[in-house]
């Protein structure tokens, strides 16, 4: 049998270590100096400050044995050749080659792919470029101005966050001038609505990602925009208003897209890590043009070197997954909650939820070994300080929940008022600097009663401190910047599995649900279209289908057509 990470003795060793952090306050961790300073790191004009982490040198050596005993060097070094560590699914892990430069060589199963990404993504410059310049236009010629892009999962999250924090960037909203990009995902149809409304079908491109062509929603969703734009242009204006990202051209062909305008992507690139294939790449570089969209794939770029190439000590993601994995599975922490402090993030923490729960949500072993310890952090997350008015009193006096918290030095968008005492950067960048502080230090009941705070008072009022956190601290929030940022969050949680000794490539958990709801479609088809009573599921389920049925009778048996109004 294969051995588990809890089985080996660094693993003992950090279990045995917790009763001498236990005995520790980061009040006193934090007053020697040499401790604080070898706990930051800088790369590239990042600054990563993990000083308040409830830990000592002596864990963070601790840590790094833990690493070696996981074989983590040769895991990262077999995930960038290409090797099939998505063992499951007999896959490559590659979506470090989605953004490499065109003279790197990574293979898989004995190719170099790194030639058909930089095809896919020179077709993709190319098709933006005449979509934004009006040489591509709609059917009755009008230029194609608005873009729906249609996808769930990651081909939605992913794309979503960058586009959030593009739209506030000098660059990118200088670019994007006079251009909408909108995001349906949901198969409920308020969703439908809310991206049609406004716009017109004559200057609408619409971009349906299936890899397979086969995601139930998302087909559904593009069938019902097909409608849209069919019943004001004519079928025939479907081909010049709808494009494909897919493997499947037989199908994207049959749908009425021609399947020179679908854009590939490959089997070794996991939905939640695609937002740099034509996934996010296509309809971000619709929006804000490909030189942009570049700049957000080498900053993933320059991650990906330093984690396939910095020592452990050095290398951000080592020390990000490291931390996440002490807080969980030592210190008993299975929360981490995500707090950039701009706005422009605001979409950061819904995408790494995906990319991180999805990924090490499991409860075996890549070896298919019933884990004896809990694996997988929940994740969460608001910017600040809208945070700070929501679930700051939980972090502060409830549970103890290890925080990240990002700041930006430059803001994207400045604002400077006379006679203010600061601007409004600085004012929020002030919480920035003070929240890691109070979760650190506390507040005491002798700090308290010097303070002539009523007796009654002082329980209520007393901060236990002692909460971790980590900082991080970018000098700016360009496209550059949040590739950084996301190829961080993504090779974090890879190191998290790989400690953990789990797949974070497959999700097999989300299959069951799906199969499942395929049995109420089947059941709701028959009642509606056949008036069958409702059969083979348990009490509850029978009770409420039958329920939702008789409530929902008025809907017609055999529907024309119907699209919403707003």
């Known amino acids: 049998m294969a051995t588990l990470i809890s089985d080996t003795a660094p693993w003992k060793d950090l279990k045995a270590h917790v009763a001498d952090i236990n005995k520790t306050h980061l009040r006193d961790l934090m007053s020697d100096n040499d401790r604080c300073k070898s706990m930051m790191l800088e790369f590239d004009d990042i600054f990563l400050d993990y000083s308040r982490q409830c830990a000592t040198l002596d864990t ?15 895991k990262i070094t077999s995930m960038f050749n290409g090797e099939h560590i998505n063992s499951t699914e007999n896959r490559s892990v590659l979506h470090v080659a989605l953004r490499a430069s065109k003279d790197t060589t990574i293979n898989s199963d004995g190719k170099n792919v790194v030639p058909d990404v930089w095809q896919v993504l020179d077709k993709i410059k190319e098709f933006s470029d005449k979509v934004r310049n009006g040489s591509w236009v709609g059917a009755t010629g009008k230029p194609l101005t608005n873009v729906i892009a249609i996808g769930i999962g990651g081909s939605f999250l992913g794309p979503l966050f960058v586009h959030t924090a593009l739209q506030t960037d000098p660059e990118a909203s200088k670019s994007a001038g006079g251009r909408q990009l909108r995001f349906l995902a949901n198969v409920d149809p308020v969703d439908v609505a809310r991206n049609i409304t406004g716009l017109d079908p004559e200057t609408t491109l619409v971009v349906v990602v299936s890899k397979t062509f086969t995601t139930a929603e998302t087909m559904l969703n593009a069938r019902t925009l097909r409608e849209w734009i069919s019943s004001s242009l004519g079928p025939q ?16 062909e049959k749908f009425g897209i021609d399947p020179n305008n ?11 890590y695609s937002v740099c294939s034509a996934v996010g790449v296509l309809p971000l570089s619709l929006q804000y043009g490909f030189p942009v969209v570049e700049k957000f794939l080498k900053g993933a770029r320059s991650i990906d070197q330093q984690f396939q190439s910095a020592p452990f000590e050095k290398n951000i993601p080592v020390l990000l997954g490291l931390l996440s994995v002490w807080n969980v599975s030592f210190l008993g922490y299975p929360a981490r909650a995500i707090l950039p402090y701009t706005q422009a993030l605001e979409k950061l923490a819904p995408h790494i939820q995906q990319v991180s729960m999805e990924s090490n949500g499991k409860g075996v072993s890549i070896d298919g070994v019933s884990l004896p310890f809990e694996a997988g952090e929940i994740d969460f997350g608001e910017p600040g300080t809208n945070g700070q008015h929501s679930f700051y009193q939980l972090i502060h006096q409830g549970r103890v929940i290890p925080c990240d918290f990002i700041g930006i030095v430059k803001s994207q968008q400045p604002v400077y008022l006379r006679d203010e005492v600061v601007n409004n950067h600085d004012e929020l960048m002030s919480n920035f600097f003070a929240q890691p502080d109070a979760l650190a230090y506390g507040k005491t009941p002798e700090q308290l009663r010097s303070e002539n705070v009523a007796s009654h008072l002082v329980p209520h009022k007393t901060f236990t401190g002692n909460r971790p956190s980590l900082s991080l601290l970018l000098p700016s929030l360009d496209a550059y910047r949040i590739g950084q940022l996301l190829a961080m969050y ?12 789990i797949n974070s490539f497959d999700q097999w958990g989300v299959e069951l649900g799906k199969s499942l709801a395929s049995q109420v479609r089947k059941q709701l088809h028959a009642s509606r279209k ?16 039958t329920k939702y049925l008789k409530a929902s009778a008025d809907v017609p048996s055999e529907p024309t057509t119907l699209l919403p109004k707003i």
């Open 490 to 501: 993504e090779h974090r949680i890879a190191v998290e599995g790989f400690i953990w000794g």
């Open 262 to 272: 679908a854009f590939a992507f490959w089997d070794w690139v996991g939905g939640r």
């Open 60 to 74: 963070m050596s601790k840590l790094f044995k833990l690493a070696e005993a996981a074989h983590l060097k040769e």
């Open 530 to 545: 056949k008036g069958e009573s409702v059969e083979g599921f348990n009490f509850s389920t029978t009770k409420m289908l």
């Open 237 to 252: 204006a479907v081909s010049k208003h709808m494009v494909a990202v897919s493997t499947n051209l037989k199908l994207v």
